[in-house]
């Protein structure tokens, strides 16, 4: 099924709560003609939300054609009116906004698109025009105080529409809304499941590269293993993983790639064990920015050397590589245009990537999937929790966590420190409410305590937990004072270095999540 983007982000989201009812879903942008959009067969099609008034100037319109087509279509918010507008409904300026929390109230029994919710429902609104007359056909199901049609069906034409965003988490009944559209007005099945996605990903793969070889670079990440993981299953010993370890990483976490992601999944993993060649090379720097570069040149340079060997190997046998597998995700897809038109919201930044000039071709296998839905693929896949649970962390590794030079010993006490932090964390059941926790050493700092019965002077440690939707915005995690005491305590007992744990209590903006 389709959801047409009018561009205020829900789009997104919408797509994630129709697979999250197991029905597959993409997004495409409203520049596409409604002959296009029908010209991709979609079973169903959503109309999002948009930033837009139907008369304000430039306001994407909606054909009349892509409701005359028997395709179901649902409306949502920019899209409720739009359709409305477009067949015949009419759609005012009424000057009452409703913005946040909004009650809904059903005309008759909660039934068809209201099916089984409730006859007042609360639901997420953020509209200034409203529907005042619903077109002809439609009959209407609900209203609110600032919308006198909230929302109306057509159940012959088999076209809906709601003012409300039921996407969002602040419509608890959203999802059932968006289900009785998916499975009620447009008569689909859940068929979309993470089983389905690993056969159908496996024939893809198995397609695409044929008796050819591949390589794929593991980072320790979630995407990249998933993905090596499936073309694993794909293709079996025709993959060679590389894994660059540049001594920037957690405490076990190269373990967890040469040991236990071999071990689940049986992949040929090249190791290029580069750790004195990152430290000789960051010696002395402690400019963020600088830091950041060497890393990424270096990271190529690394990358580079191991793939060259891989490909003599190769040679050597009679083989040829010719694919590079690679970890990108659907939301990439979307917002660096995917091909499709879209608006480029953010070019993405990705120090510790790979070089452009790549002459493979690309193997995607997670480019039609949210994270979550990797996340299911690599638990179906058999991959541990640590690596499919895994919080973000970022290409640099620690690098960018010690705020002065990097060394050896720096990076010792900040791992130290960090497995403390996380395995606390985890302990106290909390890995799910944080999105990710960096923790940081200040190196260049240092400050007056007393341990035992001396005076120390060594260095803080700043927690730095946060929440967060997207790594776009965040908040700082309000986390239990006991597991924050807890966590300050044993760093400080188990940690010779540090004598002082401090947390990082601002949000995103201004701060950013990582300290460089
Ligand atoms: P900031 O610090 O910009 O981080 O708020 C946003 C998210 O991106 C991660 N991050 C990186 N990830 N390479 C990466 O792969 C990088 O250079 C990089 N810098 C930051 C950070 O951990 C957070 O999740």
Redesign the pocket.
């Known amino acids: 099924m389709l959801v047409v983007d009018y561009g205020a982000q829900y789009a997104q989201l919408i797509a994630r709560r129709v697979r999250e009812a197991r029905v597959y879903s993409e997004v495409v942008p409203h520049t596409l003609s409604a002959a296009e959009i029908l010209g991709r067969r979609p079973a169903a099609v959503i109309l999002s939300g948009g930033p837009s008034s139907v008369y304000a100037e430039g306001a994407p319109a909606v054909e009349r054609d892509l409701f005359e087509a028997g395709v179901p279509v649902l409306g949502i918010c920019y899209g409720f009116q739009a359709m409305a507008h477009a067949l015949g409904g009419e759609v005012t300026r009424t000057g009452q906004r409703e913005y946040g929390k909004t009650e809904v109230r059903s005309t008759t029994a909660p039934h068809g698109l209201l099916d089984g919710t409730d006859r007042v429902q609360t639901t997420w609104m953020s509209h200034g025009d409203a529907v005042t007359a619903a077109p002809e056909g439609f009959e209407v199901l609900a209203v609110s105080e600032a919308a006198p049609v909230a929302c109306f069906a057509d159940e012959e034409r088999q076209l809906y529409g709601v003012q409300w965003h039921p996407e969002v988490k602040h419509s608890p009944q959203g999802q059932r809304v968006i289900e009785n559209f998916l499975y009620g007005g447009a008569g689909l099945t859940p068929e979309w499941t993470t089983g389905s996605i690993v056969e159908e990903q496996v024939a893809a793969i198995r397609a695409q590269v044929g008796d050819a070889q591949a390589i794929c670079g593991l980072s320790g990440g979630v995407d990249s293993a998933v993905a090596a993981a499936l073309v694993q299953k794909a293709i079996g010993d025709q993959l060679t993983c590389v894994f660059v370890d540049h001594g920037l990483m957690r405490e076990g976490e190269a373990d967890q790639v040469e040991r236990d992601f071999v071990a689940a999944t049986g992949a040929k993993l090249h190791v290029a064990d580069e750790k004195k060649r990152f430290l000789l090379a960051l010696a002395g720097v402690t400019d963020p920015e600088e830091k ?1 570069k060497i890393i990424g040149r270096e990271f190529i340079r690394a990358f580079e050397e191991a793939e060259r060997n891989i490909l003599e190997e190769a040679q050597a046998e009679g083989a040829s590589v010719e694919f590079l597998v690679q970890g990108t995700l659907y939301p990439d897809v979307v917002e660096s245009g995917g091909g499709e038109g879209a608006a480029n919201i953010k070019s993405h ?4 990537g790979l070089p452009e000039d790549l002459e493979f071709q690309l193997v995607e296998p997670l480019r039609a999937l949210f994270k979550d839905e990797v996340r299911a693929v690599g638990a179906e896949l058999g991959l541990p929790p640590e690596i499919v649970q895994r919080h ?5 590794g620690l690098g ?1 966590r010690i705020i002065g030079e990097v060394t050896e010993r720096n990076l010792e006490v900040l791992r130290a420190a960090d497995a403390i932090a996380r395995e606390e964390l985890t302990t106290s059941g909390l890995d799910a409410e944080v ?2 926790m ?1 923790v940081v050493l200040l190196a260049d700092v240092r400050s007056v305590g007393v341990q035992g019965d001396g005076r120390t002077y060594g260095h803080p440690i700043v927690l730095r937990p946060v929440s967060s939707e997207d ?1 776009m915005t ?1 908040d700082w995690s309000r986390l239990p004072y006991d597991l924050l005491a807890t966590i300050s305590n044993r760093i400080t007992n188990e940690v010779e270095e540090v004598n002082r744990v401090t947390l990082d209590v601002t949000s ?1 903006p201004p701060g ?3 300290w460089e």
């Open positions: 950041r930044h990705n120090v510790g973000p962390f970022p290409g640099p960018i999105w990710q960096p790594a965040a995103k950013t999540i990582e």
